[in-house]
């Protein structure tokens, strides 16, 4: 298992909480989600024999918010 904290920008509010972890936590091979609106990161637990960061971020994206590369 990998853990990453992806530094995110445009949270604001428990509803962009339940969308990041929700949506990224469907993938395969992602383990566990955690959202920290005050520090304005996500970090991620995941296989990365099953899923790679790029999914990850470009899921996070998806849903209008900024990854910081």
């Known amino acids: ?9 445009g ?6 909480v339940m ?6 936590g469907k993938l395969t091979g ?4 955690k959202v920290n609106l005050k520090e304005a990161n996500v ?8 899923v790679a960061l790029n999914q990850i971020k ?3 994206e998806s849903k209008g918010y900024v990854v910081c590369h």
């Open 30 to 33: 992602v383990k566990e989600v």
């Open 43 to 50: 970090t991620v637990t995941f296989n990365a024999d099953q």
């Open 58 to 60: 470009d899921r996070i």
């Open 19 to 24: 969308a990041i972890k929700s949506s990224v």
């Open 11 to 16: 949270m604001s509010c428990m509803h962009c």
């Open 1 to 9: 298992m990998v853990q990453v904290t992806l530094a995110v920008n």
